[in-house]
DNA sequence: CATGAATGAGAATTCATTCAT
DNA sequence: TATGAATGAATTCTCATTCAT
């Protein structure tokens, strides 16, 4: 801990706190108290406060997809990969749910435009990248012709509400059973083929 | 717009101004401007900010319910039911993300507890009104026997990520499009049947 | 209680509010409500929330005035009749600390400037009626020759005290107690005459 | 003045403006005005407003008694000791009347608990700063045998309510004979020794 | 590079007072 | 006479940002 930069320090409370308390509640006293530092050096290194949390969900989710695609460098066949895929970014939400949970959740709370685009850009990053996985899966067969982008999204968007309402509300799920639940609908959807004739 | 009543056109001027900025980015200066009433008028209806921002919310996903419990009111086959379910949740969701915008992104934003308590009721009252649905189609056959709950926390994940994709990128996806995907999603996944052997 | 008329329900209520509060934290929504009237009422009857207050305590200071005097309607020797003033006055401190304890706490707390005279008055009213006692005394006497103005001005100064020491801090000292202490005091000092010298 | 820190300019800015106006009349604006400090100052160095009006009395009611603690260093009689006290007091009174009359009059004005409790220790702590010194001059024989708490309090009281007098009357009596008439009341009494027989 | 005291624009909230009914 | 919804001026407190050291 001692051998951190003071960027990574500071990098490290500002995570800690932007995530706990969000953008408009997080303080730069707190995030300087936490990091062990003055506040002037937030300023030293971070224009603004802006720029630190743009920095932080940046930071954060360069690390997650970094983690996911060494986690994808393998010869599995795709339904195992597309499940490791689930798994993965299943545990990783939860894991970093500090940072995802800004993400989701800050991008109305009136951050400058400029900042606004820059934490757009990061989470369309990782659209594209799970895209591209779907992309894949579809010019090899193994799923359907639909949209890949809106496709991407409603699966990001199926993993960050359940894993959010896994960290907000204390559900009593397991991590397995989400995962299985998620992989059960985005495979073979939520209906039953057996009674449906199609 | 004249026969309004005071606290409905405050609501009316609440939701507005909270769905554009945010709960901390919006000012109760400016709900009162638009509303046309003096600021002391807006606390002589609502005790604080958040009570009104708790209001404003509660009013909207209401609204929302109803109208769907009320398009629901049919005989259809449950297919047809389910997907009408899809298309008034989006639909309605599009109509109102002044209000559902806020209940998604809000939640961490530093409201006090019991705020965000009543906001978060509503919510599950939300979840589950859709997993009452989800249940009857589970008892007729037409669905699989998943976690009720985590189903309707996934369907309202992949409406949410969806519609907020579409209310903040301007993505260049109809709604119908949006509707398709999410219907073929949930239906029968992702996976292509032929490829994939069961 | 019911036959009261409203200004004298006003008043009864103002009496509780403000020596519970003190001026500037009683408010005038809570004097209505104990009042059980509309707060308009309160300004059809009183022009302002100063003029209330003047109001109250003059008219709780002449109620003691009117008490104090009536009992000292006697033939009792002087020494008596100083003992009953103390004593009257001691327990109708006690008994209307509402009304007193305002009329000493709160001549600074910026009320506008007729109304602190108003206020004065009252209170300069009961230094004479107190100043006059103790001429009599002085004539007859029995009162040493110093300055009766100040005397009386002492005289209240330690009732004051000591009783508001009772109201605020629930000293453990009884009533009897107090009032040996000032009698002891007021009439031959706190000096031992028998190992003074003078 | 230029040399004073800004804590010190702040604590002297405040004990004018409080005294001036009472807790509830003065306003942070003006403080920070007369210590030509910014507002935010003013927080930056005390926590709130009934922070700063505690710190004021405290400051101020620990230098009076470290003045009388001093100037009651020698090896008098006790009786001129027991002058010097009143007329330490009443000095120092009257001088600090800014201090003394906001620790007097503020007690019942709504300040948060915590800051009341502050200020009526400070209060506590004079009265037994009195306590001592009369218990001494029991020991050695030259008071009565009275509850000396209680005659402190009156002590105290009288001085209080006399100082209260002059400072917001502006009676005409000089201030020796202020001391003169509290020294013959406190010392011998009101009454007449030759008329009334004991 | 690093600091933290100082700043001041900005916001939520209060409450005496008014006035249409 | 009585009401109470509506008002808005006034005030405390916050906190990102700056800058002299």
């Given amino acids: 801990m001692q051998n951190l930069t003071k960027q990574q ?26 990091a062990k530092v003055a506040k002037g050096t937030l300023y030293y290194n971070y224009s603004s406060k802006s720029k630190l949390f743009a920095a932080t969900v940046t930071d954060g989710m360069k690390k997650i997809m970094q983690t996911i695609s060494k986690e994808l460098e393998s010869d599995l066949p795709f339904l195992d990969h597309f499940r490791l895929l ?18 989701v959740n800050e991008l109305s709370s009136g951050l400058d435009p400029e900042t606004l685009t820059e934490i757009k850009q990061i989470r ?21 012709p639909l949209n890949q982008h809106l496709s991407a999204t409603a ?3 199926i993993i960050e509400s359940l894993c959010n309402n896994q960290v907000n509300e204390t559900d009593d799920h397991s991590m397995e059973e989400i995962i299985e639940t998620i992989f059960a609908i985005l495979s073979t959807g939520l209906l039953n083929p057996v009674k449906v004739q199609f």
């Fill in 9 to 34: 320090k500071i990098l490290k409370a500002a995570t800690k706190i932007f995530s706990e308390k969000g953008f408009h509640q997080a303080k730069m006293d707190e995030i300087a108290n936490v």
């Fill in 86 to 103: 689930l798994s993965s970014s299943i545990r990783l939400y939860l894991k970093h749910s500090e940072v995802t949970k800004i993400y």
């Fill in 155 to 157: 699966l990001i968007g």
């Fill in 124 to 144: 369309n990053q990782f659209i594209d990248f799970v895209t591209n996985i779907l992309q894949t899966g579809q010019e090899r067969g193994y799923l359907k």
